[in-house]
């Protein structure tokens, strides 16, 4: 099937809202986790190791294998289906947790938490996002949307339900019963189905009937390439046999780390990423430290935030859809503003101020998370199929830069003793993102109009050419 046939093709719609309610749904459950982690852990690893330090090493290995699992779900994409590895990735993440209801020491956590849920969770993105990407086209910022709003209706929902059970079953208690609604991935996983059986193909038995003599010729050229390929693989089977760093390279796609774009995209996320995932870690510490919050007001606040961010996950992809902006440059806008809101919010301690910034806070967020991987499957939209392994390539550049970058994030709190620090060195590091992006952004911007005009250049000499010709 061609590439042209594929894209005609792609459902950008009908069953592939199965696919994306069965996203929200698994993310309701497993994805909230990662900003559920402070409120969750946090007073049993201060009873264990009263640092902040030891919060961000558990939560940064979290980060690190749930990236990492790039390089390995990206090439398991193209033996398995997302489906299994949805449902591995579920079942996974519930274990882990249950497991962890079991911990008593730090190394506990780090093997039970960090290494099953974060796998756990790395997969189930990488998996979810391959299929969503398969399913749509020209809808793909609204499904993507919806699906990630799965994890905005946990972060909602959820820290209520924590607060519930850690005060009446405590810890141990309170991560078996979340463990066991993690298994509710199953069910949404379970929903997934290959897009190859609800692809729209039309008149394919026309197109065969059109010209015989073309088809046949088709084949000659199909079965000469074939025997082409087949005595080449016969020369060269003994070198591929032993030539294990090719295979490798192909399988995932390493080629695309030549490519400067891909490597200024990719480091630009991980920044982002990393100033995100920190910030999922001190929130809850801050509000309850800094703010003094309650419990329950700390619960109520992290909902606030969660809510707008849900809200405008929903609603943006409505109008971001419509305009004729790349999501490289939306995610970069969003950026900016998230650096805004959290200046605003280290200058503030006063609990309804604070409620209210974080409203605002959760509705710039929003911009990022959903044109985040959108940003991926823009750079692939010449080549699809590199989607899957460009995907997980970035995930393993965010795990390099949360293991080293949101450690060094996790020690300022504990160097300085202050919040409103760490925020301001999460913005310099979104500052970073801006500093690589922009004059890369501008490069491309001058060498598309200049091609262009060369384009115009060429058309307009061979028009006048032609004019001559027929003078």
């Known amino acids: 099937m061609s590439q042209r046939l594929k894209s005609n093709s792609i459902p950008n719609g009908g069953y592939g809202w199965f696919i994306v309610g069965g996203a929200c749904l698994t993310n309701i459950f497993n994805q909230s986790l990662i900003s559920l982690f402070g409120l969750l852990f946090g007073d049993k690893i201060h009873s264990i190791s009263n640092s902040t330090g ?5 939560m940064n290995v979290a980060s690190l294998f749930l990236n990492f699992s790039g390089l390995v779900t990206g090439p398991l994409l193209k033996f398995y289906s997302p489906r299994a590895l949805t449902l591995f990735g579920s079942f996974l993440s519930g274990s ?40 749509f086209s020209t809808r793909k910022g609204t499904a993507v949307g919806i699906a990630v709003g799965g994890t905005g209706v946990g972060q909602t929902l959820m820290p209520h339900v924590v607060r519930f059970l850690l005060e009446f079953y405590g810890f141990s208690g309170a991560i ?46 199909n079965t000469d390439q074939g025997l082409n390929m087949k005595k080449t693989t016969k020369l060269h089977f003994n070198d591929r046999l032993n030539d294990f760093g090719r295979q490798i390279f192909e399988l995932m796609d390493l080629k695309l780390l030549r490519d400067i774009s891909f490597l200024t995209l990719t480091v630009g996320l991980a920044l982002a990423y990393t100033a995100s995932i920190n910030f999922s870690m001190i929130y809850p510490f801050y509000l309850q430290n ?11 606040s992290m909902s606030l935030l969660a809510g707008a961010d849900l809200t405008s996950r929903l609603i943006l992809p409505l109008f971001t859809d419509r305009l004729n902006l790349s999501s490289k440059l939306l995610f970069l806008i969003g950026i900016i503003l998230l650096g805004s809101v959290r200046l605003v919010l280290a200058l503030v301690s006063d609990k309804i101020t604070v409620m209210a910034v974080s409203v605002l806070f959760g509705l ?62 999460q913005n310099l590091v979104l500052l970073l993102v801006v500093l690589i992006w922009v004059p890369e952004m501008i490069h491309q911007k001058i060498m598309t109009r200049r091609r262009g005009s060369y384009q115009e250049l060429c058309c307009d000499s061979i028009k006048d050419e032609c004019d001559e010709c027929l003078k």
């Not at 030891?54 to 558990?58: C, D, E, K, R």
């Not at 079991?102 to 849920?117: G, N, Q, R």
């Not at 298994?183 to 026309?206: A, D």
């Open 290 to 300: 800094v703010a003094n919050m309650t419990k329950s007001e700390t619960a109520m």
């Open 54 to 58: 030891s919060v961000a090493l558990i």
């Open 96 to 135: 882990g947790l249950i497991l962890s209801s079991f911990s008593t020491e730090i190394w506990h956590l780090l093997i039970s938490y960090s290494l099953c849920v974060g796998f756990a969770l790395g997969m189930i993105i990488q998996s979810q996002f391959n299929l969503i990407n398969r399913y």
């Open 364 to 425: 710039v967020r929003a911009i990022t998370v959903v044109q985040q991987n959108l940003t991926v499957s823009e750079y692939c939209h010449k080549n699809p199929e590199l989607f899957g392994n460009a995907l997980g390539l970035n995930m393993t550049v965010k795990a390099l830069f949360v293991i080293s970058l949101g450690q060094l994030l996790g020690w300022v709190r504990d160097f300085t003793g202050s919040y409103a620090m760490v925020l301001h060195a």
């Open 176 to 221: 078996l019963i979340m463990g066991g609604l993690a298994w509710n991935g199953l069910i949404g996983g379970s929903l997934y189905q290959p897009v190859e059986w609800h692809m729209k193909i039309k008149k394919k038995k026309k197109k065969k009937s059109k010209s015989t003599t073309e088809i046949d010729e088709i084949d000659m050229e």
